[in-house]
């Protein structure tokens, strides 16, 4: 897992214009468009946070569907999911969060040209 200090100069960059979710996942846009969906770690040791990189996306669909379903089944494996509706109560709560990082990163785009 890279560390952000021994990130690639262009990675660097990008970690400044992350968008945190829930406190437990990130999405990082790079230069050339695509956005990096990552998990936001603590390092046990130093106690310092960095990011490890679960999937890079070229479709902000794609990465919303991802991140979706990595909540789900998160919730699954935390036995916080019981039953259909509680499901459906995850799923919406997922998608609204990932949605809400996505106008955000858009904003930041149009205001950073």
Known sequence: MMKHEEAT???ADA???R???DLAFTIIPKKNGD????????D???RTQYCST???????FSLATEFINRCV???IWAKKISSAASMRNEYN????????????LQQMEVTNG
Do not use: G, H, S, W
């Open 9 to 11: 100069p262009e990675m």
């Open 15 to 17: 970690m400044l214009n």
């Open 19 to 21: 968008v945190d979710i």
């Open 35 to 42: 956005l990096i969906l990552a998990e936001i770690k603590t």
């Open 44 to 46: 046990k040791e130093t």
């Open 54 to 60: 679960l999937a890079v996306f070229q479709m902000r």
């Open 73 to 75: 089944d998160r919730a």
């Open 93 to 104: 709560r997922a998608a609204d969060l990932v949605f809400a990082a996505l106008v955000k």
